[in-house]
């Protein structure tokens, strides 16, 4: 089992439609990512949470640490969205190594 | 500020030979860290250094190994390559201090044949 899931793996919607991603981690974190992957390779840090919520643009990242839950939400979603998103964590005591989620692989239909 | 540079970006190679990929973090960042993204085994952490010191490492073999420069600039090496050590292989710099967003590079994809 990870120890960082996210659901769903694969994920297609019409544009404008609202998003959202979910991610699960099973022990105490120091802070919580989301990332972005385009096709190429490319990563980009997106947010870094350690409590509560964060917004940027048309995307919102939210994080619930006694339930140990993050989701990922993007409103009036776009073909240009389309992309990896991965949810990582630092540990508490594993100094700031990254430990990944599987990703979540989504796809915006114009 | 010039973002992560990473030099080469593909690399084709074959088995049992070393490979040495290179990383240039931002401009004051003094961490680096090192990355394997495969598509059965996904993201996995390799080391990081910080200030020319490695600071953590990941469960790799001894055949992946890294250095990391007084300028921050850090070197990875992988020597007897296995076909399994196809894979993007990215880093990604941060200033070290504390928990902070990493920033990535754009990776170089190495196969080996």
């Known amino acids: 089992k990870n120890e960082v899931e996210q659901s769903p793996q694969n994920l297609t919607a019409q544009e404008g439609e609202f998003i959202t991603i979910n991610c699960s981690y099973s022990?105490?974190?120091?802070?919580l990512h989301w990332l972005q992957q385009h096709p190429g390779g490319g990563i980009v840090s997106l947010f870094m949470?350690?409590?509560g919520k964060k917004k940027h643009g048309r995307l919102i990242a939210t994080i619930n640490i006694q339930e140990k839950h993050s989701s990922l939400h993007i409103t009036a979603s776009h073909p240009r969205d389309s992309a990896v998103y991965i949810c990582a964590v630092t540990y508490i005591q594993g100094a700031q190594k990254l430990v990944f989620g599987q990703g979540t692989r989504l796809t915006i239909n114009p | 500020k010039a973002g992560v540079t990473q030099t080469p970006r593909y690399l084709i190679k074959t088995r049992g030979q070393q490979v040495t990929l290179s990383c240039s973090p931002i401009?004051?960042?003094?961490?680096v860290s090192w990355y394997q993204q495969t598509p059965g085994q996904g993201l996995q952490f390799l080391f990081e250094y910080f200030s020319e010191t490695q600071r953590n490492k990941g469960n790799f073999p001894g055949r992946f190994s890294g250095r990391q420069f007084s300028n921050s600039r850090s070197e990875m090496n992988v020597s007897t390559l296995e076909l399994g050590d196809s894979a993007l292989y990215l880093c990604?710099?941060?200033?070290?201090?504390?928990?902070?967003?990493?920033?990535f590079g754009p990776g170089t994809r190495l196969l080996v044949l």
């Open positions: 990604a710099s941060r200033s070290g201090t504390g928990v902070e967003t990493q920033y």
């Open positions: 022990v105490g974190i120091s802070a």
């Open positions: 949470l350690s409590s």
């Open positions: 401009s004051g960042h003094r961490s």
